[in-house]
T-cell receptor, first 112, second 115 residues
Framework: QQQVKQSPQSLIVQKGGISIINCAYE??????FPWYQQFPGKGPALLIA?????SEKKEGRFTISFNKSAKQFSLHIMDSQPGDSATYFC???????????FGPGTRLSVLP | DSGVTQTPKHLITATGQRVTLRCSPR?????VYWYQQSLDQGLQFLIQ???????AKGNILERFSAQQFPDLHSELNLSSLELGDSALYFC??????????????FGPGTRLTVL
């Protein structure tokens, strides 16, 4: 129940295309869902996050879509750029101080 | 720059040895987390400290231990090292509030190589 599933494992997108990464969870106690971006040799950095009381959150080219009933959430990167090439991790955390559970990551490559 | 510092950046040692990794959290953050990331693997939560006290423990081996000092910096001690312990070790910090929006900020990591 603590697991967060993430797909695809790797993704190749042309410049200007849309990148979509999906995550699913089982623990209904999770109520905070951040996405992290990690470049090679660097630590993960918070990209965008959502609470389940909203179905969508947009920040620039990055959008999280959240489906509470299906227990799924996804990251959409519009107008993908080569600089977006990185590994993306979804994560989940419950309200009562539960620790973050991370998905296994998606390696995104945006071709110029 | 997340404001979280980790030293050393790289560490090369031999099997059976002991090493200490150090982390300084962001100013104002009371909570420190340690993660292990092996090659092409996800982030494995090891342990969390809040204001000097252990708050949560994950998949941390008995050969590993950690502590958080009064000045809030933390150290992760790895002993009887094995080849499989070679990995990136990340420290993250947060305010430590129990609310779900308590954001973690990650340090640059320490790359440990065990030969």
């Amino acid at each position: 129940q603590q697991q967060v599933k993430q797909s695809p494992q790797s993704l190749i997108v042309q410049k200007g295309g849309i990148s979509i990464i999906n995550c699913a969870y089982e623990n209904t106690a999770f109520d905070y869902f951040p996405w992290y971006q990690q470049f090679p040799g660097k630590g993960p950095a918070l990209l965008i996050a959502i609470r389940p009381d909203v179905s969508e959150k947009k920040e620039g080219r990055f959008t999280i879509s959240f489906n509470k009933s299906a227990k799924q959430f996804s990251l959409h990167i519009m107008d993908s750029q080569p600089g977006d090439s990185a590994t993306y991790f979804c994560a989940a955390r419950g309200y009562y101080g539960q620790n973050f559970v991370f998905g296994p990551g998606t390696r995104l490559s945006v071709l110029p | 720059d997340s404001g979280v510092t980790q030293t050393p950046k790289h560490l090369i040692t031999a099997t059976g040895q002991r090493v200490t990794l150090r982390c300084s959290p962001r100013s104002g953050d009371l909570s420190v987390y340690w993660y292990q990331q092996s090659l092409d693997q996800g982030l494995q939560f090891l342990i969390q400290y809040y204001n000097g006290e252990e708050r949560a423990k994950g998949n941390i081996l008995e050969r590993f231990s950690a502590q958080q000092f009064p000045d809030l910096h933390s150290e992760l001690n790895l002993s009887s090292l094995e080849l499989g312990d070679s990995a990136l070790y990340f420290c993250a910090s947060s305010v430590g509030a129990r609310g779900g929006t308590d954001t973690q900020y990650f340090g640059p990591g320490t790359r440990l190589t065990v030969l």
